[in-house]
């Protein structure tokens, strides 16, 4: 059976549940290679859900985003969610039960094992135009894409997320359902990040710079990350007003420094962020710095083990900073 059966074979079972109230997963979009989150509350549904390298988005945000997501509106009760989570989604999960944000009790997790997702951008770039309803499968390192009616084979690298070729965690670190095998895991050595650390302090000012100047402040990136949940975000603040809403460089740089290091020790590297970022912004390589750094420092990667607690909530004598003590 491929994923897509699977998925809605365990998740029929899992709607018939008199303790799950809905079912949060992928159905097809309403366009091209679009594909859409769904919210189903019945077994008679699942024909709805699909699993394919197009299903880009980390639906755990939709958990801690109850009012104003997907699930605005709907009657939840006391009910259990059941969520579907590929293995860097399963990280947010970790992340979120370790700092208190989300309570395990009330998940069912069916866990996808993903070999990969498809790079949104970079597939529309190199598939233009396309407005039927597009369709794209992943196997033995082939994405075959079928769009207009004919079906290209294109080498897997060329269009998978760059997160996906360098995942460790195809296997979601937390599941009580789970879909497929898990193919096996690359070793991620940060070689992306060590590429920007050799560069000298005016190149990396140029680059930030430039890059930053074009953020718009949309807030894209703030409003799809699982780890940004604050209620009270301090972006938001207009009494006092720590972070200016212009968009300048300056305040734009406070904004983004302001997010990276509320991120450091959180950020579980899903990409989210860069992906809906409609400037571009390579937000990516700021985050993966600070994972590296945070690994060196501390040997501390967020929500891969789904029991330490959270990098904040602790600290060991031989830490790095003796300001800790
Ligand atoms: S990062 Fe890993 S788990 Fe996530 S979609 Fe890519 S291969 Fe799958
Ligand atoms: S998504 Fe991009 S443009 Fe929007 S606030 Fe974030 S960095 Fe700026
Ligand atoms: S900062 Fe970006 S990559 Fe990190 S958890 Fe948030 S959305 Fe994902």
Redesign the pocket.
């Known amino acids: 059976m491929d994923a897509t059966s699977t998925l809605r074979s365990i998740a029929k079972e899992v709607l018939a549940r008199k303790d799950v109230a809905c079912l949060l997963g992928y159905e097809q979009g309403s366009y091209g290679f679009r594909v859409a989150p769904c919210v189903l509350t019945s077994p008679k549904e699942v024909d709805r859900l699909i699993f394919s390298p197009l299903c880009v988005h980390n639906l755990t945000n939709y958990l801690t985003l109850e009012n104003i997501g997907l699930l605005a509106g709907k009657d939840i009760g006391k009910g259990k969610i059941a969520i579907v989570v590929k293995g860097c989604d399963s990280r947010a999960l970790a992340m979120l039960m370790a700092e208190n944000g989300i309570e395990r009790d009330k998940l069912v997790v069916i866990g996808v094992c993903s070999p990969g997702v498809a790079d949104m951008k970079k597939l529309e770039k190199r598939f233009p135009n396309v407005v039927d309803k597009a369709a794209v499968a992943l196997s033995n390192g082939t994405l075959k894409v079928t769009c207009g009616g004919k079906t290209e084979e294109v080498p897997a690298d060329e269009l998978l997320s760059a997160k996906c070729t360098r995942c460790k965690n195809k296997l979601p670190v937390i599941y009580d359902e789970l879909v497929g095998e898990p193919e096996e895991g690359r070793p991620d050595d940060f070689a992306d990040v060590s590429e920007l650390e050799a560069q000298n302090i005016e190149a990396k000012q140029q680059k930030w710079q430039a890059e930053f100047s074009?953020?718009?402040?949309?807030?894209?990136?703030?409003n799809v990350c699982p780890l940004c949940y604050c209620s009270d975000c301090v972006l938001d603040r207009l009494r006092p007003q720590f972070v200016r809403r212009s968009v300048t460089y300056p305040d734009n740089l406070l904004f983004?420094i302001t997010r990276a290091f509320h991120l450091a020790g959180r950020c579980i590297d899903c990409g989210e962020?860069a992906r809906?970022?409609?400037?571009d912004?390579p937000?990516t390589e700021l985050n993966r710095k600070f994972q590296k750094d945070v690994k060196e420092l501390f040997e501390y990667e967020a929500g891969v083990d789904p029991e330490a607690q959270a990098l904040f909530a602790t600290f060991r004598t031989e830490d790095a900073d003796e300001g800790i003590l």
């Open positions: 074009k953020c718009i402040r949309c807030y894209a990136c703030r983004h962020c809906v970022c409609p400037q912004i937000l």
